[in-house]
C-alpha cells in the first residue's frame, strides 16, 4: 500500500462520547468499500466527528493521505485542535489536573470537580472559538479531565452552551494518557479539523473519497430522544435535509459514502422513514448491543442501519440487507 502512515500504537478516542462507534468496528470494518483497500481512496471526510472512532479505524488500516474532519460541537473542535498543535503543553496541564486530584479525598475530588466545571463554564465567554490561542491549551485540558471524571464519562452541553454532567466518582480515571495523545497527535497532522454543519464540509471530495456521516440517532422510540449533544438538536428535518445532502453527493463527486443511523423497525416495523428518505441506496443492518428504551427494561441485540451508495461485496452481508 502507497503512502501508509505506521503507528505502533492502537489509537483510540481521546473522548468517551454519546452515539461513540467503538463497539461496532468489528461489523463496519465489513462494509467499507473495496476501494480503501486497493489504495484507490485516499482522502477520508467525517461531517459528524464526535469520538471520532471509525476515523482512528480507517485512518490506521489504510493508505489515507488527507482527512477533513468536521462537528458542530466548538468545544469538541477545540479540544481536537489542542491535540492536533500543542500536543505536549496539553499534557502538561493534564498532568497537573491528575496529580492534584489523585491527592485528594473523593470529597475533595467532587468539589475540585466542581470548581473545574464552573472555571470551564465561566470561560467560555472569552474564549473566541473561532481563532486558535494559547487559552485554548488549558479550556481543552479541562475539557478531557471533566469527560474522564464525570458521571458515565459524558460530555453534554445544554442549551446555554454550558458543561453540565454531574461528578462521576470514578476510582481511578484515566485522566491523562499521554502516549495515546502523542499519537493522536501525530495522526492529526494529514486532518483539516473544522466546527461546523455537516454540509460544510463538500469541498474536495472527489472519486478518491471516503464519507462517513454518524448523525445523532434518530430517536426510535419517543420516550428515548436523547439526541442532543450539545445546544444543537437534530431532528427529523434535519435527518431529511441529510438524506438529500446524501442524494447530491452521491449525484455530484462519485465518492463512496456510508451512513449510519438506528433502525426504527426495532419499535415499529411499520415505520419507513429511512426507506424513503434513503430510497435507491443499499440499506444494511448491523448488530448493536444498546437499549430499546431509556427505562432499560429492554435491553438486548437490536439493529442498526449503515447505508451506502455502494455494493457491499460480501455475501454474507447482502443477505442482512434490507
Ligand atoms: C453520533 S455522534 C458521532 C459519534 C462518532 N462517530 C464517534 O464514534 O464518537 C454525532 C455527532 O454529530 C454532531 N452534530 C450534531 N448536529 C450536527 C450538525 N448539524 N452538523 C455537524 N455535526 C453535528 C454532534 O456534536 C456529535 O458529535
Known amino acids: 500500500m502507497k503512502n501508509r502512515i505506521s503507528y505502533s500504537l492502537k489509537v483510540k478516542p481521546f473522548l468517551k462520547w454519546a452515539g461513540g462507534k467503538s463497539q461496532l468496528l468489528g461489523q463496519f470494518q465489513d462494509y467499507y468499500p473495496s476501494e ?30 488527507s482527512a477533513s474532519l468536521n462537528d458542530i460541537n466548538e468545544e469538541l473542535i477545540l479540544a ?5 498543535r500543542n500536543p505536549e503543553t496539553l ?3 493534564l498532568y497537573k489536573y491528575a496529580k492534584q486530584y489523585f491527592n485528594l479525598s ?24 473561532k ?16 469527560n474522564k471524571t464525570c458521571f458515565n464519562g459524558l460530555f453534554r452541553l445544554n442549551k446555554k452552551g454550558e458543561f453540565n454532567v454531574p461528578f462521576g466518582k470514578y476510582v481511578n480515571p484515566k485522566i491523562l494518557d499521554e502516549e495515546n495523545i502523542l499519537a493522536l497527535s501525530k495522526i492529526l497532522q494529514i486532518a483539516e479539523i473544522n466546527a461546523g454543519n455537516f454540509y460544510s464540509t463538500e469541498n474536495n471530495i472527489d472519486e478518491n ?18 439526541t442532543s449533544y450539545s445546544k444543537y438538536s437534530f431532528n427529523d428535518p434535519e435527518q431529511i435535509k441529510l438524506g438529500k445532502y446524501f442524494a447530491k453527493l452521491n449525484g455530484e463527486k462519485n465518492a463512496k459514502l456510508m451512513l449510519s443511523n438506528s433502525d426504527p423497525t426495532n419499535e415499529n416495523s411499520n415505520d419507513t422513514f429511512f426507506d ?12 448493536a448491543n444498546r437499549m430499546i428504551n431509556c427505562n432499560g427494561n ?3 441485540q437490536i439493529s442498526e442501519l449503515l447505508i451506502t451508495n455502494y455494493e457491499v461485496r460480501n455475501e454474507k452481508h447482502r443477505l442482512h440487507s434490507c
Do not use: C, M
Request: hydrophobic share 35%; proline share 5%; aromatic share 20%.
Open 91 to 93: 499534557i502538561e496541564f
Open 276 to 287: 424513503d428518505l434513503f430510497d435507491g441506496f443499499n440499506i444494511n443492518k448491523v448488530n
Open 298 to 300: 429492554n435491553r438486548g
Open 131 to 146: 481563532k486558535y490561542s494559547e487559552n485554548w491549551i488549558p479550556r481543552a485540558a479541562q475539557l478531557i479531565f471533566l
Open 209 to 226: 473519497s471516503f464519507v462517513y456521516f454518524d448523525p445523532p440517532y434518530r430517536p426510535i422510540s419517543k420516550t428515548s430522544s436523547f
Open 36 to 65: 480503501l483497500k486497493t489504495g484507490k481512496i485516499t482522502k477520508y471526510f467525517e461531517p459528524f466527528l464526535g469520538g471520532g472512532a471509525v476515523f482512528l479505524d480507517v485512518v490506521q488500516k489504510f493508505s489515507i493521505e
Open 80 to 84: 481536537y485542535k489542542v491535540i492536533q
Open 106 to 129: 473523593e470529597e475533595e475530588r467532587k468539589s475540585y470537580f466542581y470548581e473545574i466545571r464552573t472555571n470551564l463554564n465561566f470561560q467560555r465567554f472569552q474564549i473566541n472559538h
